[in-house]
């Protein structure tokens, strides 16, 4: 059984940092785009930042460029977000994601794996 597992949230004054992991498990995805979405209160689910299986491509939505860094360990079937210089706006729950590749990641399409989710609140 296939699941992703993420941690790392929590509560964070605004220009603070957090760190979340997304630990898969039941199959190896050494081969595929991993990424974080997130979803604030009232709003919908979007893309945040995803890496290819290289570890090198990545893309970024404008809104977290400068600001958060994606990179994965294939060798640990993990993907992390390293969250800087949080601004209240970042408050969501942000969820881990698998897809095919990084351009339908990014869109959002052929997901194949969600995680449940970790809430970050960053508080001004």
């Known amino acids: 059984q296939v699941q992703l597992v993420e941690s790392g949230g929590g509560l964070v004054q605004a220009g603070g940092s957090l760190r979340l992991s997304c630990a898969a498990s039941?199959?190896?995805?050494?081969?595929?785009?991993m990424g974080w979405f997130r979803q604030a209160p009232g709003k919908e689910r979007e893309f945040a930042a995803g890496i290819w299986w290289n570890g090198y491509d990545t893309y970024y939505t404008d809104s977290v460029k400068g600001r958060f860094t994606i990179s994965r360990d294939n060798a640990k079937n993990t993907v992390y977000l390293q969250m800087s210089s949080l601004k209240p706006e970042d408050t969501a729950v942000y969820y881990c994601?698998?897809?095919?590749?990084?351009?339908?990641?990014?869109?959002?399409?052929?997901?194949?794996?969600w995680g449940q989710g970790t809430q970050v609140t960053v508080s001004s």
């Open positions: 994601a698998v897809g095919e590749t990084l351009d339908t990641l990014r869109a959002g399409a052929r997901i194949n794996y």
């Open positions: 039941g199959r190896s995805f050494s081969s595929y785009a």
